[in-house]
């Protein structure tokens, strides 16, 4: 287990949140969309210009931009 | 009695108020708010067989009742301040997850709430069950399963929900069994004693910090402060925000979810998820998009369908090839339209009608009109391409490919869409931007969106171009379309810098499962666009083609006089403002003022530029008698004003460019100003956005023509100086800022959680 930003997450890799590092409505967003602390998420993937990213979360798919994972902190699940 | 559905995207709502409201929904607007707010009417049946119209309001789609979103903003403001007998909570059972965390929150308001479970068919497919009883016992409410699409279901709903509204319903909150119970029950308390309605609701508003209530009443603010202040004591401030959000999850993962799911077999999504590792595979996904998004204007504008033609698979009389769906509609209206233009010509005639009353009808109002409806069947086809898009889910993962390409611009992904209508008509790419989320955004994409070369400006192109450059007229009008690609991008970033000045979009966007696209909301969608664009149409366009058609034909002294002709209003009015082009380059010359008709005339449709400058400069066989057949009219009609100009010598190189570009980018016709109005609903905005296009095609004239002329005659001290000025000038527009620091996450923020 290490920590880890989800913008700097692989494609195929998981963990669950840790803590949210923005303020205001962005952070809002992240809460109300169920990314709070405990949450698992997969980095699904990246899109074909390199941004936005794809991940899953509460059995859904949700698209946001790479600055937007840097704002949330993750402890990394190791690969097995 | 008043019903208002709420619930996320994509759950089902508009579905459900379709099958609710049938055709009896109008679209009303909210004042002084872009997003559109829908209200019908369903005819309840009461047993004693009297019936009720119960009035269904369709609140936009949103994940929370927080205050960041226009569609938040709205749906909490209707529930508090127009207070619904009922509200409906539409939840997509194959999401229960996400879907339930806005229940929670419309729970704490004092309303009934009858919770609707959408597409049970498919959770069932998918292999799970959903004892929606027992989920009925834990929320304290109602639970109807529907299936929006079967009336039994929606008869069954609304029979539930006439029964409960009668029981009034107190705000009810599932914090007051967790670990903030204590804090929860004092600020309640607190906010009773005001005296405020919903008091559960703006008690834990009021926990989370919420903006727009810290903002209604100071002192009970300062109060909650002051209690909060006591449990933090020592320690570093507490996260309500993000601990109420918390709670909320974990009540519905942990309460909710393993009494009421049980799966069966896991099947989940995989055939959405196989859909995706195409459609948004990292090298596929955009070679994929564009295949698709050529697929969907060849159908609609293509004349040499699939390309028989130019392949030589089959052999065609004449210019074109195939008619391609909207090309071959196109053509049925506008044999409709010579149909009724020369009936009612001849009828009027017959009738023995006033000349002026004649040329009003048919010539004024009839030709203005249906030059504009002929476009109705190419309309119709690009919104249900864009229904399918939308309704399939792929219109999502389009913004998801596109929105990095869209950022530097302040823009996100879903602008794209509007953008690329545009090259076929403004008028439905306007409409369009009503799906951008923040307001900022759907200004500036609407702004934008004439700099696309539409299909009409394309006549005056074909027209004007081979005048001047004979040989390489194919290239020039390539050309054309870069520019006017290039100053959308300039004008992006002049706007960013400006008036949407701080213009940021997120992008956070849900990806939803692919689904079929239901005949049913698509026939809808289409039949709702074409009431609009028939009432655009039936009025505006209307009343503003006898106007001109007045102008045309009438000098100051108001007898009636042969159209353009040297003492008509218009030209009148022509020369009065032939100033104001003549640094453009066009408008030299004692008979140029024809052209600044002409441009006139354009703003009401740009057809309208050529056929004007075919009468004003007396086309050889150009056919005055507008009756004619038109398909021979419009090939006949390019040729021979293209040859009068030529003749004529109206344009040397230079002013062709400047007199095109101007064209390409000044106000677009009538109909798209009209669209622009009703979509920015402010006659403020109206007229900056009207000013901006006016602006940006003069001084981009300007500079086009003014260069010119600098290159040609100036000697090369000076040539340099130009070019260092232009340099310096785009330097300015394209310069970037210094990125910031980036916050990494420390334990030394405070709002950290």
């Not at chain 1, 998420?41 to 899109?47: P, R, S």
């Not at chain 2, 008869?155 to 204590?182: D, I, Q």
């Not at chain 2, 959000?245 to 942990?254: G, H, M, P, S, V």
Request: net charge positive.
């Amino acid at each position: 287990m290490e920590n880890k930003l989800l913008g700097e997450f692989k494609p195929g890799e998981k963990g669950t949140v840790e803590k949210l590092t923005v303020l205001g409505p962005l952070r809002r967003r992240l809460l109300d969309m169920g990314i709070t602390p405990g949450t698992e998420i997969i980095f699904n993937k990246v899109a074909p210009l390199g941004d936005p990213v794809e991940i899953r979360l509460r059995g859904y798919k949700l698209a946001i931009r790479k600055t937007e994972a840097e704002a949330v902190l993750m402890k990394k699940e190791d690969k097995s | 009695m008043r019903f208002a559905i709420a619930g996320n995207p994509n759950s089902g709502k508009t579905t459900l108020f379709n099958s609710l409201t049938g055709s009896n929904a109008h679209v009303g607007n909210w004042p002084g708010v872009t997003v559109d707010k829908k209200e019908g009417v369903y005819r309840f049946r009461h047993s004693n067989n009297t019936v009720e119209k119960i009035s269904v309001i369709d609140l936009p789609g949103i994940y929370s009742l927080s205050p960041y979103t226009p569609e938040e903003v709205i749906a909490r403001q209707f529930i508090m301040d127009e207070k619904p007998d009922l509200i409906i909570n539409i939840v997509d059972s194959t999401n229960l997850e996400r879907n339930l965390y806005l229940t929670t929150q419309l729970l704490e308001m004092d309303v009934p709430v009858v919770v609707a479970l959408n597409m049970m068919d498919v959770i069932k497919r998918e292999g799970s069950i959903i004892d929606y009883e027992v989920l009925s016992q834990i929320l304290g409410i109602p639970v109807v399963p529907v299936s929006a699409l079967k009336s039994g279901n929606v008869k069954l709903l609304m029979n539930r929900c006439v029964e409960y509204v009668k029981t009034p319903r107190k705000g009810s909150s599932f914090l007051s069994s967790t670990a903030l119970a204590e804090q929860y029950e004092k600020v309640l308390k607190l906010v009773d004693e005001h005296n405020i309605k919903h008091p559960v609701f703006h008690a834990i508003k009021l926990l989370e910090n919420d903006s727009i209530e810290l903002m209604h009443d100071a002192t009970l603010s300062a109060g909650i402060q002051n209690l909060k202040l006591e449990y933090e004591k020592n320690e570093k401030p507490f996260d309500y925000e993000a601990e109420i959000a918390d709670l909320r999850y974990k009540f519905i993962t942990n309460n909710i979810k393993p009494q009421v799911v049980k799966v069966l077999k896991n099947t989940g999504a995989a055939s959405s998820e196989k859909i995706d590792r195409i459609l948004t595979h990292r090298l596929w996904g955009l070679p994929v998009f564009l295949v698709l998004m050529f697929a969907i204007f060849h159908i609609i504008f293509s004349k040499d369908f699939l390309f028989f033609k130019s392949f030589g698979i089959m052999e065609f009389d004449g210019p074109d090839g195939l008619s391609s769906l909207g090309i071959l509609l196109k053509g049925y209206m506008e044999y409709f339209q010579n149909f009724v233009m020369t009936h009612t010509d001849l009828f009027l005639k017959n009738a023995g009608a006033y000349d002026w009353a004649r040329g009003a009808i048919v010539d004024g109002l009839l030709k203005g009109v249906c030059s504009v409806l002929t476009f109705l069947p190419q309309i119709l086809l690009l919104f249900l391409s864009l229904s399918i898009l939308e309704d399939s889910g792929y219109m999502s993962r389009i913004a998801f490919i596109l929105d990095r390409a869209l950022r530097r611009f302040g823009l996100s992904g879903k602008a794209f869409i509007p953008m690329l209508m545009g090259f076929g008509c403004s008028v439905p790419a306007m409409m369009g931007t009503r799906t951008l989320e923040s307001v900022k955004e759907k200004r500036m994409t609407l702004m934008l969106i004439p700099f696309f070369s539409c299909g009409a400006k394309m006549v005056i192109w074909a027209t004007v171009v081979p005048a001047v450059f004979k040989n390489n007229a194919d290239f020039v009008i390539f050309c054309i379309y870069i520019t006017g690609i290039a100053v959308a991008i300039i004008g992006a970033i002049a706007l960013k810098k400006t008036v949407f000045k701080g213009i940021k979009s997120n992008f956070v966007l849900e990806l939803p499962v692919y689904r079929y696209p239901r005949l049913k909301s698509i026939s809808f969608q289409l039949w709702e666009k074409l009431k609009g664009f028939l009432t655009t149409v039936t009025t505006v366009i209307a009343a503003s083609t006898l106007i001109i058609w007045f102008l045309q034909n009438f000098d100051t002294s108001l007898n009636m006089v042969s159209e353009n002709s040297d003492s008509c209003i218009l030209k009148i009015f022509g020369d009065a403002i032939k100033w104001v082009f003549v640094p453009l380059g066009f408008a030299h010359g004692p008979d140029n003022w024809k052209l600044i008709v002409a441009i006139l005339t354009g703003l009401l449709a740009k057809e309208a530029v050529v056929s004007t400058m075919g009468v004003l400069y007396k086309a050889k066989g150009y056919a005055t008698d507008t009756h004619d057949s038109d398909a021979n009219a419009i090939s006949g009609k390019e040729e021979s004003v293209t040859t009068a100009l030529a003749a004529n010598a109206v344009f040397t190189p230079l002013t062709a460019i400047s007199f095109v570009v101007f064209n390409l980018l000044v106000i677009p016709c009538f109909a798209a100003v009209a669209t622009a109005r009703s979509e920015l609903k402010s006659a403020k905005w109206t007229f900056f956005v009207i000013f901006f296009w006016f602006a940006t095609a003069w001084i981009i004239s300007f500079i086009v023509y003014q260069t010119g002329v600098l290159l040609k005659e100036v000697n090369l001290i000076n040539r340099i100086i130009g070019v260092f000025i232009i340099v310096i000038i785009l330097f300015s527009i394209f310069r970037r800022k210094k990125k910031k620091n980036k916050c990494i996450g420390c334990d030394k923020c405070p709002k950290g959680i």
